[in-house]
């Protein structure tokens, strides 16, 4: 295997052209003195930050679709979230890299795959934060006694007619917090409550975000653990409830014929992306800060199978509650109908037992029932009816929480769960986000809490229209447009770049040396025919879908107390396709930008080297004050083994030690994989394997970089 580094062989450049490398020289000391001595955490600190998207479906659970979703849910799971879990992870790895650099490293066409990334994590991140937000909201309110979602509020002595017709948590949902408006069309002014909420909910993810990975890594470790402990107090009270034993007989009781709409595999496919993070951006992130040796197989087969286990347990929690409520929601219809029979003398009292209800129940005829307004007492239409998304935490468990005794106490530990999963989460996205960001030269220079301030404000100010009257119904529209199909265009594509353009048999050797691991028919089979066929599939009959049938929203009718199907106004759906178009348009433009040479624009986005300093991502400043290249650093001797990897490598010196090789008072000869330094210049030329891409970077005394590149 041929090796290719860069060696620092000769004596100390001069001060000038000192200060042009010094961030490329001090962070190759300081990775190469961090490994050695172990004192990089960051393998850990990552996999906690990306593990709370996992336990994420206690709040996005389709339950609509039931056992039917856990179907694709799977078979998405490992057909297509796998495959790309390992290319995302393994990409940043062998790169050292985040999302805009490595896409642009494979082919330079290929640069809008992670600005399409990062432009679609912008859209996410800004309304995922509003669900922290109401989650804030909640979490605030339950330490209340009793719950202000318990009963409905009175006027003049009489409860008010919306919440009577709807529920006492459908009135706090909509009316109290939301103060939800009639349309989409009519915004109701901002809410400021909520107003506050997203500002300390963004306040929030600043201050953990800024600090990068490692001081956000140690957030996440409470965020990640903490949920799996709620999980199993409310596994354990949920399965001893009345009704638990139904509700699970009815998630494992699949709808097929749901299988036919490909709506239902858009979603699976949409939650297995945001269970793992894929085409985020943010996976590529933590990559680049492994250890060049560690093994992104196994820590991919772990996480998939937690992520399994995750789901399906989730699920189960979430069904044994759903049962418990549609059983309580039986037995008061049950009770409401027995009233009716012993008005009109047909039962002797309320206190029969429940054959003789049954008994009294099929002797009515179908006028009776209508005039006198007897109501379907079926515990599957209960079930069926169960809301899904942020109804599902927000009406139908905090229903269920009332039900229980010391129900603040559940709702304190609830809500705290969900402010876990959704800060960890957000720290995920956001951190790929600006990885991304700090990817490009221009802001590298910029120090972190800076940028990411600025990042949180716009989010912020963009995020105000979710604090509207009408903001429930932007949230659905920015996760149904903006969340969804941008995320399978860019993992389609990363998928094709890895695989067809970078080549799959290089990216199966890659693993090999950085594993020991030689993926095998599986991974073959998934990466290069069965995971694009998928995504194709899915994207095409998606498309298809949303132009043959108009997208609708609920919308809240407070004269009802129901929640009604109304289709997007033109403008809305303008505004949906722009989003769309906007995450998918950098890739075709970048594409003809440099296919055709129409605009050069230099990002001075380094290819294949470290570039991880104070002002990336990283949790922990790579670079600290006595990291400065001074004349007290040690001599050039112990310099020898300071070293990035620019192409194939492997664990042997020996070839490198050769390369660097000079006679004794003759200037080292510039050649692949070697560094000279000249009278205030210096040029670094590296190249990778036979079908080399030849990267020469000059640096001026000045600090001015060019970079060519040559196949």
Not at 24 to 47: F, M, P, S
Not at 53 to 82: D, K, N, W
Not at 422 to 432: H, M, P, R, V, Y
Not at 619 to 636: A, C, F, G, R, Y
Request: with cysteine; aromatic share 12%.
């Amino acid at each position: 295997m041929t090796m290719h580094l860069i060696v620092i062989e000769s004596a100390l450049p001069q001060r000038d052209v000192c200060d042009a490398i010094e961030i490329r020289y001090r962070v190759t000391i300081k990775l190469e003195h961090e490994i050695l001595n172990g004192k990089w955490q960051t393998r850990t600190n990552d996999a906690a930050t990306s593990w709370p998207a996992h336990c994420q479906s206690v709040v996005y659970f389709r339950t609509t679709y039931f056992g039917a979703f856990l179907i694709p849910f799977m078979i998405m799971l490992i057909l297509e979230g796998i495959p790309l879990f390992l290319i995302e992870l393994g990409m940043g790895q062998r790169m050292r890299l985040g999302a805009l650099g490595v896409w642009n490293t494979i082919h330079p066409w290929l640069g809008g795959i992670g600005i399409s990334s990062c432009i679609v994590t912008l859209f996410v991140a800004i309304y995922y934060n509003v669900i922290i937000t109401w989650c804030f909201y909640y979490f605030f309110n339950s330490f209340r006694y009793p719950l202000p979602w318990a009963t409905c509020p009175q006027l003049n002595g009489t409860d008010i007619e919306e919440c009577e017709r709807s529920s006492e948590t459908a009135y706090f949902w909509y009316r109290t917090t939301l103060d939800a408006a009639p349309s989409i069309d009519e915004t109701g002014g901002f809410k400021w409550w909520i107003v506050l909420c997203l500002m300390l909910s963004w306040t929030v993810v600043f201050f953990i975000v800024m600090k990068g990975i490692q001081s956000s890594g140690k957030v996440v470790y409470f965020t990640s653990l903490f949920p799996y402990i709620v999980l199993t107090i409310f596994f354990i009270r949920g399965i001893t409830l009345k009704g638990a034993g139904a509700g699970l007989i009815h998630m494992y009781t699949p709808k097929v014929e749901k299988l036919l709409e490909p709506t239902v595999w858009l979603d699976a496919a949409t939650q297995v992306f945001y269970s793992f993070g894929l085409a985020f951006g943010s996976l590529i992130a933590f990559g680049s800060y492994n250890t060049p040796k560690n093994n992104c197989v196994r820590d991919v087969l772990l996480v998939s199978v937690c992520n399994a286990i995750t789901a399906i347990y989730a699920s189960v929690v979430i069904f044994a509650i759903l049962g418990y409520k549609a059983t309580l929601g039986v037995d008061r219809c049950i009770q409401v109908n027995k009233h009716i029979l012993v008005k009109h003398n047909l039962l002797p009292s309320m206190d029969v037992d429940h054959t003789e209800y049954e008994h009294a129940m099929a002797s009515l005829n179908d006028t009776m029932t209508k005039e006198w307004e007897f109501e379907k007492c079926s515990l599957e239409d209960q079930l069926s009816s169960a809301a899904e998304g942020t109804g599902l935490a927000f009406i139908v468990f905090t229903e269920a929480i009332v039900e229980l005794p010391g129900s603040p106490f559940w709702a304190v530990l609830f809500f705290t769960m969900l402010l876990s999963l959704g800060l960890g989460s957000q720290i995920g996205i956001l951190e790929g986000m600006l990885c991304t960001i700090f990817d490009i030269d221009i802001f590298k220079r910029i120090r972190k809490p800076y940028v990411t301030g600025v990042v949180c404000a716009f989010c912020f100010s963009v995020g105000l229209i979710f604090t509207t009257g009408a903001g429930e119904y932007w949230l659905k529209m920015f996760d149904s447009f903006a969340g969804t199909i941008g995320l399978v265009v860019v993992a389609l594509m990363e998928m094709i770049a890895v695989i067809y353009i970078y080549g799959h048999e290089k990216f199966t050797e890659d693993i090999y040396q950085m594993t020991g691991i030689r993926p095998g028919l599986y991974w073959q089979m998934t990466w290069r025919y069965i995971g694009p066929a998928i995504m194709g599939c899915i994207l095409l009959s998606s498309i298809l879908s949303m132009l043959l049938r108009n997208p609708t929203y609920g919308a809240w009718n407070g004269e009802l107390g129901i929640v009604e199907n109304k289709s997007y106004p033109n403008w809305v759906m303008g505004i949906a396709l722009a989003m769309i178009v906007a995450g998918v348009l950098p890739m075709p433009v970048v594409f003809l930008l440099r296919r055709f040479q129409i605009l050069k624009v230099d990002l001075d986005i380094h290819q294949g080297s470290i570039r991880r300093n104070e002002t990336t991502a990283s949790t922990k400043e790579m670079i600290d004050e006595d990291d400065v290249v001074s004349p007290d650093l040690p001599p050039p001797q112990s310099l020898a083994a300071t070293r990035f990897t620019i192409g194939d490598f492997d664990t042997k010196t020996e070839d490198a030690s050769k390369r660097g090789k000079t006679s004794p008072g003759k200037p080292a000869k510039p050649s692949s994989g070697s560094v000279s330094y000249g009278n205030g210049s210096s040029d670094i030329t590296g190249s990778s394997g036979n079908n080399a891409t030849l990267v020469t970077t000059t640096i001026t005394s000045t600090g001015t970089r060019k970079s060519i590149m040559k196949q």
